[in-house]
Structure formats: structure tokens, C-alpha cells
């Protein structure tokens, strides 16, 4: 297993893993990114398995004890089930999210007590800001939430826009079509009323760079895309109430 480094936007790392075996025949790529900061922040741990390889590419940064924040879209395996390692090995590091994820889960399952945020709420890293946005059932998981990195306008949207295969680390063309592909095939959304205007809100935040858990991030047209993903779920949504 090899974790690929990228730089995707200044001081915002790309560290991914292609698994062949996930999503055959085009394989998935399991993504976490590291800001760089006077604090520096982890978002997405990983599986437990992939400890070692991502941990081997944040120690071609930084040592991994000097991480100060680690956070995540949603309590899953693949973007939180890391974490106590992630707390080990870097003893000053705080898990941070929203009120609902440590109420339910974060609270009992971290090793330290972790920093919750309020939707809104900005951590200021030293160099870099971010700003925690409460984003329940969206894509799915009632604690999900992201972050915006206001300095370099990037978005940590975690599960929007998955799609699968290896493609480059950032990308300017369209992920919306791949990212629908992918809906069809996993049906993982979680389609609410409120699904398509919470996406097309976080255009408001005029990101530059949506930094994509699964798949190739995107530099650019990141406004527009999440505007078009939020019109297809409310598109998916009236056909299934149709």
C-alpha cells in the first residue's frame, strides 16, 4: 500500500491511497489532507490499516507529533477510524467537529476529549483559517459536517463529489459527471428536502479548490460544480418522490 503526495493548493497536501479492489474495475482512492499551519491540521484519518503509509507521508512534511488538529467529515471507518492512533502518535493533537458527531460518538470513542465546534465557528491554525459548516444527512451521516480553509478558499467536502478510478490529484475539468456516475452505482447520498440547497449554499463561500475525498480535487470552476451537484440531488429527489 502507497500513499501518493500532492500539494493542491499553498501548504494544503493531498495524501492518497488507491486501493484496486474497492470498486472494481477502476479502483477508489482514499484521500486525507494536511494543512500545513502553525498548527497544523489533519482532515480525514484514514482506515486503522492505512495508518503506516499515510502516517510515512505526513512524516515527509512534518513529524507527526507537531500535528495540532485532526478532523473529518462524518464517523466512518475510512475518514475517522484512525484516530487513536492519529492521538498517539502525536500527543498534543485534538480531535475537533461539530456538537452533534461528539455528542453521539466523539465524546466515548476518542481517546482525548475533543474540540467541538460550533457551525461556523473559525479555528484560527496560524497562517491558516478554518471555519467549521454543520452539513447533517448531507451527503449522509447525521453528524456530517465540513471545513473551509479561508486562506486559500479550500473546501474539505469530504464524501460530496466521490467518484471513482486513480486521475491525477487536481483536476480543472468536470467532476459533477463522475461524481453522479458514482451516486448511481453506490446510491450513498442520503436524499433530504434539503439536500440540493445546503450543496448549492456552500457556493457562497466562493471556494477556489474543493478538496475531494474520493477522487480527484478540483481547481477552478468550484462554485459552479457544487451549484450543479445540488441541482441533480433535487433532480434525484423529486424523481424519487415522483
Known sequence: METRLDEIADGIYRLSTFVAEVAPPAGFTFNQFLLMADEPLLFHCGMRGMFPSVSAAVARLLPTDRLRWISFGHVEADESGAMNQWLA??????????????????????????????DGEVIDLGGKRVRYIDTPHIPHGWEAGLL?????????????????????????????????????????SS????????????????????????????????????????????????????
Open 89 to 118: 502518535a502525536a500527543p498534543q493533537a485534538q480531535v475537533a467537529h461539530g456538537r452533534i458527531a461528539c455528542m453521539v460518538s466523539l465524546n466515548d470513542l476518542a481517546d482525548r476529549a475533543p474540540r467541538v465546534l460550533d
Open 148 to 188: 473551509f480553509e479561508e486562506v486559500t478558499g479550500t473546501l474539505l467536502c469530504g464524501d460530496l463529489f466521490t467518484h471513482v478510478g486513480n486521475g491525477p490529484a487536481l483536476v480543472d475539468t468536470d467532476i459533477v459527471g463522475p461524481a453522479i456516475a458514482a451516486e448511481d452505482a453506490f446510491r450513498a
Open 191 to 242: 436524499l433530504t428536502p434539503s439536500m440540493g440547497r445546503t450543496i448549492r449554499g456552500l457556493a457562497d463561500l466562493v471556494p477556489t479548490t474543493l478538496a475531494v475525498m474520493h477522487g480527484s480535487s478540483l481547481a477552478g470552476a468550484a462554485g459552479e460544480a457544487l451549484v450543479a451537484l445540488g441541482n441533480h440531488y433535487d433532480g434525484r429527489l423529486r424523481a424519487a418522490l415522483a
